[in-house]
C-alpha cells in the first residue's frame, strides 16, 4: 500500500468517524458527494458564516461574556458558527452579502472536509461544549456587534482619505 492509500484510508477513517459522532450527538447529516460530511441545517441547527476577521471578533465577544461555542473554519477564510435554527438574520446583517446564514436543509460542509485548498475544520470543537447548540439570539447578537465593530474600524484606516475640512493648509514661504 503506497503511502497516499495509506493517508485516504486514515482519513475515510476519520470522516465516517467525526460523521458518527455528529449524529451520535444529534447534529443531522446530508448525504454529500464523495468524501464530505455535510451537517443538516433548519431542524437542529441553522448556521451563520462570516468572515475569518469578524468570526475572530465574535469569539472576543463570547470570551468576554463568558461563553464557548462551537467554531469551524474554512479554506475559504470563512468561520461559522452553528445555532438553534429557525432565525432570520436582521437586517442590518442582510445587508453584508459576507454574513451568510445557512439554514432550510442546506447542507454545510463540516470538519474534518477537506478541500483541494485546504481543509474544514475546528476552532472549538463542539465536543468541549459537550455539542450543546449556541442559542441563536447569542451568536446573532454577537455577529451584529462584531459587523458594527468592522464598519468603525474602516471608517478610521491609517491612510484612508479624509475630509477637506481636516486638512490644514499653510503658507509656502519662498
Not at 429557525?86 to 477537506?114: F, K, Q, R, Y
Not at 475544520?121 to 446573532?140: E, M, Q, T
Not at 455577529?143 to 479624509?162: I, L, S, W, Y
Request: proline share 9%.
Amino acid at each position: 500500500m503506497s503511502w497516499w492509500d495509506s493517508y485516504r484510508a486514515v482519513y475515510g477513517a476519520e470522516l465516517r468517524a467525526a460523521a458518527r459522532e455528529y449524529v451520535d450527538h444529534g447534529w443531522p447529516l446530508v448525504p454529500g458527494p464523495g468524501a464530505d460530511v455535510l451537517l443538516d441545517t433548519g431542524s437542529v441547527l441553522d448556521i451563520v458564516e462570516v468572515p475569518a476577521e469578524v468570526g475572530r471578533t465574535v469569539c472576543a465577544t463570547l470570551r468576554d461574556q463568558g461563553q464557548v461555542v462551537p467554531v469551524a473554519a474554512t479554506p475559504h477564510d470563512t468561520w461559522w458558527f452553528p445555532m438553534t435554527p429557525n432565525h432570520a438574520l436582521p437586517a442590518e446583517l442582510s445587508l453584508h452579502a459576507d454574513v451568510v446564514l445557512h439554514t432550510d436543509g442546506i447542507g454545510v460542509l463540516a470538519p474534518p472536509t477537506e478541500r483541494p485548498d485546504g481543509w474544514v475544520h475546528w476552532r472549538v470543537a463542539p465536543g468541549l461544549v459537550g455539542y450543546r447548540v449556541p442559542d441563536a439570539d447569542v451568536i446573532i447578537e454577537a455577529v451584529t456587534a462584531a459587523v458594527r465593530r468592522r464598519a468603525a474600524n474602516d471608517d478610521e484606516q491609517p491612510g484612508a482619505q479624509r475630509p477637506v475640512a481636516a486638512v490644514v493648509a499653510g503658507v509656502r514661504k519662498g
